[in-house]
């Protein structure tokens, strides 16, 4: 197992002290947030030049000795913005334009792996309904990007259409070939066990890893409740070879702008090394 930081970690910094300040802490990969109108690195910034933006991007990896771990995209700055599942086709549409242009800019900075947002509920439409749409898009994403040698995966999140392990493994039913961007935080900040969580695993390609307690979907890794040492025993006995990304975030979303994330990333790589 190997670590990666998020750059959207520390998004109050430039990009590149970002990067620098992730080297820094001793982790050698970094996911790149790929958010529409809120990330270091955005789908606006690289229209019309991509493949020069990707391979820019790359190259000051390369400098700084970092992988790229996965690039995630998300095409609006709120996840009810611009969904994957949208009724409106035309929605549908433009999201996937945004999915093909992660999908070209992945490929030439160097990823392998490339996360995206299952979708979300909407009024006047079924949950069912939702979650079958979801499915789809994401099936299409999935065929897209295994086109291109990407390995796709969608991350369950609290407010999505993928709330629970139980809705999470519906949509794995219906998406078959789609793999799991995982973050315990999001179901055990709603009073979900662990052990509820842990079905979800062997469909893992990349995983979140933060402190997170119920009712605090960031916490410190002091106050955390998440079973880091089952997760582990269980990502080795699957064999997991994918990266576990140390992903605190910094953004005025349920109270996640309240922890120092310098001192939490370095406090959970410490943990998470000592039980691996």
């Known amino acids: 197992m190997k670590f990666s930081c998020a750059d959207f970690t520390f998004p109050l910094l430039p990009h ?7 080297k820094l802490l001793g ?10 109108g809120r990330s270091h690195l955005q789908p606006e910034h690289v229209q ?26 998300q095409t ?16 549908r549409e433009k999201t996937r334009e945004f999915m093909k242009l992660a999908i070209e800019f992945a490929v030439n900075a160097g990823s392998r792996h490339l996360t995206g947002l299952p979708g979300v509920s909407h009024t006047g439409v079924s949950d069912g309904d939702s979650l079958h749409r979801a499915a789809e898009e994401s099936s299409w994403r999935v065929a ?27 949509f794995l039913r219906q998406s078959p070939h789609v793999t799991l961007t995982l973050d315990y935080g999001h179901f055990i900040y709603q ?3 662990n052990e509820s969580v842990h079905p979800l695993l062997p469909h893992a390609s990349h995983f979140h890893a933060r402190g997170g307690a119920p009712r605090q979907l960031q916490s ?3 106050d955390n409740t998440i079973d880091f040492a089952a997760i582990l025993r269980e990502l080795k006995r699957l064999n997991y070879r994918g990266y576990v ?27 998470l090394s000592k039980l691996i």
């Open 245 to 271: 990304c140390l992903e605190y975030v910094w953004m005025d979303w349920e109270g996640c702008n309240r922890t120092d994330n310098v001192a939490e990333t370095l406090l959970l790589k410490e943990q």
């Open 220 to 222: 410190t890794v002091k």
């Open 16 to 22: 590149d002290g970002a990067l620098q300040l992730i």
């Open 48 to 73: 019309g030049n991509l493949l020069g933006a990707a391979k820019k991007f790359r190259s000051r990896l390369d400098e700084l000795g970092l992988e790229l771990a996965d690039v995630f995209l």
């Open 27 to 36: 982790i050698n990969a970094v996911d790149l947030g790929f958010f529409s």
């Open 191 to 193: 009073g979900m066990s």
């Open 144 to 170: 897209e990007a295994a086109k291109a040698g990407l390995v796709y995966s969608i991350e369950p999140h609290v407010g999505s259409i993928c709330p629970s392990p139980e809705t999470t493994l519906e």
């Open 76 to 91: 609006s700055e709120h996840p009810a913005g611009l969904p994957a599942n949208h009724p409106d086709r035309a929605v």
